[in-house]
């Protein structure tokens, strides 16, 4: 599933390694990188105030004529979130700007309606996995049933579409696709649900439709709704769809080395499920291959589960995937530097920056 890294639930935590086991970076430590740290983005001034902008927007959106819809589809935008993607659909706008203010509202629109396909792509996820708590609130299907909680994530995936449709046909279009691609890379994931054949071919085309698409398309509306030229929308759509690939590598290795009570859920959910990310097909592939072929390829039973992510800890599929994502985040980095400087490069370039960070205090 698209990556979420929240505390939904509070479970009792496995020890797992700390800093100074193989992989290096402990898991808290990963943890409150990825999660509880500040956000680099604030490095574009106004930030934080024209994401209430986009708060409100959020809360109108989700506004329907009966009171009871109202309620449904905005359970989890009360719930909160850290609006990574509205936050670099406004820092990609902001690359136009020569001096400090505020977004435009064009700005703020696209990044409520980047959100907004967020949420509803959650909505729909959750039912899917059955999940009972989202962002340390009860799911909405687990609080309303399967069948409302699709019909609110459809709501609000229309609203998104009717603010895109506000912005113009080009951010229309591109918001369509995205969610299509949003369904493909869901689709590829369940498709090889259990498949311990399944290749790393097939585990970078899953995620690059379920997160780096829609981070892509982020940046990619900002730039439009700014009227940037061509050659500079494409170098912000390159920077977050690599950036969206590194954070996912990120959000895979974590399923596998925080603790229950970091993530709100099980270590080694995704295996569970039958999801089997990269550090898991290269420990498939190596000399552990055998013993983890044993555990998997079908439901698994919590003892069998805590055995598998102990195997693949001790494989290389943890530094393997760290290193993919240092390339990933490298890549995000000199995405930008076709950019002119201005406070919307600053703000993606701290982000870049961190995220680059985690990778390398992964590594180390």
């Known amino acids: 599933m698209p990556p979420e890294n929240c505390l939904d639930s509070v479970t009792p935590a496995r020890d797992i390694p700390t800093r100074g086991s193989a992989w290096g970076l402990g898991a808290p430590d990963l943890y409150l990188l990825d999660v509880a740290g500040p956000n680099p983005l604030d490095a574009v001034p106004f930030m934080a105030a024209d994401l209430n902008r986009v708060e409100d927007e959020l809360r109108t959106s989700a506004t329907a004529a009966d009171p009871y819809l109202t309620e449904i589809a905005s359970h989890l935008i009360a719930a909160g979130g850290k609006r990574v993607r509205p936050g670099f659909c406004l820092a990609a706008a902001a690359t136009a700007m020569t001096e400090d203010r505020p977004s435009t509202q064009a700005a703020v629109l696209g990044a409520t309606a980047v959100e907004l396909v967020h949420l509803g792509s959650l909505y729909h996820d959750d039912v899917m996995d ?38 113009g046909v080009e951010v229309a279009g591109l918001l369509a696709a995205t969610i299509g691609r949003l369904c493909e890379g869901q689709v590829l994931e369940l498709k090889h649900s259990f498949d311990i054949a399944r290749t790393e071919a097939d585990y970078l085309r899953a995620i690059d439709g379920k997160t780096a698409s829609l981070l892509g398309s982020s940046c990619r509306i900002g730039g439009i709704v700014a009227g940037l030229d061509r050659e500079l929308t494409e170098a912000l759509t390159a920077f977050g769809t690599s950036y969206g690939m590194a954070f996912q590598l990120v959000d895979d290795v974590l399923d596998l080395v ?23 097909i290269v420990a498939l592939s190596s000399g552990h291959g055998a013993d983890l072929r044993s555990l998997l390829g079908g439901p698994i039973d919590t003892a069998s589960r805590d055995k598998a992510i102990d195997i693949v800890r001790d494989s290389d599929g943890i530094p393997a995937t760290i290193e993919r994502a240092r390339t990933y985040a490298a890549s995000a980095s000199a995405a930008l530097d076709t950019l002119p400087d201005s406070p919307g490069v600053r703000g993606l370039r701290a982000a870049a920056a961190y995220l680059l960070e985690q990778v390398e205090l992964a590594a180390a």
């Open 258 to 280: 925080a603790t229950e009570a970091d993530l709100g859920k099980p270590a080694g959910h995704d295996l569970e499920e039958g999801v089997y990310t990269l550090p898991v």
């Open 130 to 167: 059955e999940a009972v708590v989202r962002r340390q609130v009860d799911s909405v299907n687990a609080r309303w049933d399967n069948l409302k909680a699709i019909l609110a994530g459809d709501f609000l995936l229309a609203r998104a579409s009717e603010l895109a449709a506000s912005l």
